[in-house]
Antibody, heavy 123, light 109 residues
Framework: QVQLVESGGGVVQPGGSLRVSCAAS????????MHWVRQAPGKGLEWVTV????????YYADSVKGRFTVSRDNSQSTVYLQMHSLRAEDTGVYYC????????????????WGQGTLLIVSS | QSALTQPASVSGSPGQSITISCTGT?????????VSWYQQHPGKAPKLIIY???EWPSGISSRFSGFKSGNTASLTIFGLQAEDEADYYC?????????FGGGTKVTVL
């Protein structure tokens, strides 16, 4: 069965950097797009970014564009989110999610989600 | 990109049906049939229950039904059950981005 395990969260000072990871198993990772979605404490969901199955297409929310970078290593079945210039408003649980498909319309439907990793940006 | 608009809360008794609305714009819901719905229980990850407006992922009950008209999408839960008590989020493609609604808390009375 699909398993997604996020790691790398922690406490970072404003302006700092952090990379979170998502290790996937139970499916052919290289066939599927992968999303990152975050949720601030007690708040709703906010989409962050998506990478297509081969990493050639990457899209970002305006709130993170230029500060966050998504990448994937299909040989390791892992997707990463590199975050720079972190702000207090970046605080939250970061979920990775497997899309319905690798590209096209199915790229845009996050299907299976991990349990998330918590990032706190605070001095 | 502004969030989609959902009611903060909806409630119903067991066995009843409830509908959650999700209002967007011509830049998102109104232009694409890529609306999805997620259920989230407290402390848990979201779960996809409807995609592409009306489709069910494998294993999802047909008690959940999606619909779209113009700039508004809706989720109906038929035969409300205690386990349906959760937060529900709509989500729409909006031109190389996704936008979520603010979430609706469903209470089973």
């Amino acid at each position: 069965q699909v398993q997604l395990v996020e790691s790398g969260g922690g406490v970072v000072q404003p302006g700092g950097s952090l990379r979170v990871s998502c290790a996937a198993s139970g499916f052919t990772f290289s066939n599927y797009a992968m999303h990152w979605v975050r949720q601030a404490p007690g708040k709703g969901l906010e989409w962050v970014t998506v990478t297509s199955y081969n990493g050639h297409e990457k899209y970002y929310a305006d709130s993170v564009k230029g500060r966050f970078t998504v990448s994937r290593d299909n040989s390791q079945s892992t997707v990463y989110l590199q975050m720079h210039s972190l702000r207090a408003e970046d605080t939250g649980v970061y979920y990775c999610a497997k899309a319905l498909g690798g590209s096209g319309n199915h790229l845009w439907s996050p299907l299976s989600w991990g349990q998330g990793t918590l990032l706190i940006v605070s001095s | 990109q502004s969030a989609l608009t959902q009611p903060a809360s909806v409630s119903g008794s067991p066995g009843q049906s409830i509908t959650i609305s999700c209002t967007g714009t011509t830049s998102d819901i109104g232009s694409y049939n890529l609306v999805s719905w997620y259920q989230q229980h407290p402390g848990k990850a979201p779960k996809l229950i409807i995609y592409e407006v009306t489709e069910w992922p494998s294993g999802i009950s047909s008690r959940f039904s999606g619909f779209k008209s113009g700039n508004t999408a809706s989720l109906t839960i038929f035969g409300l059950q205690a386990e349906d008590e959760a937060d529900y989020y709509c989500c729409s493609y909006a031109g190389n981005t996704l936008v979520f609604g603010g979430g609706t808390k469903v209470t089973v009375l």
